[in-house]
């Protein structure tokens, strides 16, 4: 079967003909994929960006971690039961053997590696994945919008660290998909949402068709001037991986607010701590969401699906995966979704 993988840590992937797993290994279940989407995790893997050094010792590795599918045959240990659900999964895989895990600490397992990272993912037509990660989806979610759970969990659990509620007015720094979701999000708590990006016309145009109102573009104007009219701000939510947009919008958080990142950052960020000690500031770091945050995210994707539809802007086969990534790096997608399966 054909699957887009890390062959070589530099630049570039390269499609491979793989062996469909005939069994999978005990505990685990084979699934045969029908969509993924492609994420910026993706897109720094690709670039080779650093952080994904520990990738190496997985090559060649496809990848691919956003995603939805049947369960087509399980592994020892596994219900037979299971064949036939229709699931998405959570990526984090844990070793179960470690102190941390044995003591009820998966997320901080010693041994935890990632679908489509430090293990084969699903940018390919089967992928194994363990039992335990997997999170059955109602018959009436489409499959491509359960595609898009694990990045709407990392806005859940972004929302959540950054104490979003009813009545606030919240700023979004960035208009990708996390961006649009973690906007979603706010708005259905409550609270009043501000999104900038820089050059992002057709993303905010999107955002725009959604209902909301305040968006700003740092090439037309200003941040800083832009921003002073909004502010200020209960809580700011960092999605934008930009590390100079930490220090320069930290003056239009109110005294005690939140400042959550939650973007990549190609490098530090300086901050004024001065300011941020006497305005009383926190400045907290989001990333994955806990278990039982996947099945509320699949309820919300459930209830909104043509709301989040929207925000699948590109459909491209997987033998076509490579114009995808080309699409996602010139800015021009919310979210690129990869229909791994034909349509009969």
């Not at 399980?74 to 064949?83: D, E, K, T």
């Not at 459930?302 to 790096?329: T, W, Y």
Request: contains cysteine.
């Amino acid at each position: 079967m054909l699957a887009l993988q890390k062959v070589r840590p530099e630049a570039g992937l390269e499609f491979r003909d793989v062996e469909i797993p005939s069994v999978p290994p005990e505990g685990e279940v084979l699934i045969r994929v029908e969509a993924a989407g492609i994420c910026g995790t993706d897109l720094h893997i690709a670039e080779w960006t650093p952080g994904y050094e520990s990738m190496q010792s997985a090559m060649p590795v496809t990848l691919g971690h956003e995603f939805s599918g049947f369960i087509n045959e399980v592994g020892a240990n596994v219900a037979r039961g299971l064949i036939g659900q229709r699931v998405t999964v959570r990526p984090s895989t844990t070793c179960g053997h470690c102190a941390a895990c044995l003591a009820g600490h998966d997320d901080d397992c010693s041994n935890r590696k990632g679908i489509g990272i430090g293990r084969s993912g699903a940018f390919t037509s089967f992928v194994c994945a363990p039992a335990r990660n997997c999170h059955f989806l109602p018959d009436s979610l489409d499959m491509e919008i359960a595609a898009l759970t694990e990045p709407m969990t990392v806005c859940l659990e972004a929302v959540n660290t950054a104490e979003v509620r009813e009545g606030q007015t919240i700023l979004v720094l960035g208009p990708g998909f996390i961006g649009q979701g973690i906007a979603i999000l706010a708005r259905s708590r409550g609270a009043k949402v501000v999104i900038a990006g820089r050059d992002d016309r057709p993303r905010l145009e999107l955002l725009r068709s959604l209902g909301f109102d305040f968006l700003i573009d740092g090439k037309e104007t200003p941040l800083d001037r832009a921003l002073s009219e909004y502010q200020p701000f209960d809580a700011i939510i960092e999605a934008a991986g930009v590390p100079a947009l930490v220090n320069a919008t930290l003056p239009f958080l109110k005294k005690r607010g939140i400042f959550t990142v939650v973007g990549i950052h190609p490098r530090p960020a300086e901050i004024n701590l001065t300011q941020l000690v006497r305005m009383h500031q926190q400045i907290r770091g989001s990333y994955r969401a806990s278990q039982q945050d996947w099945d509320a995210t699949i309820a919300f994707l459930n209830d909104h699906q043509d709301v989040m539809r929207k925000l699948i802007s590109h459909r491209f086969s997987l033998g076509s995966a490579l114009e995808g990534f080309s699409v996602s790096h010139q800015r021009l997608a919310s979210k690129v979704m990869l229909q791994i399966r034909e349509p009969s």
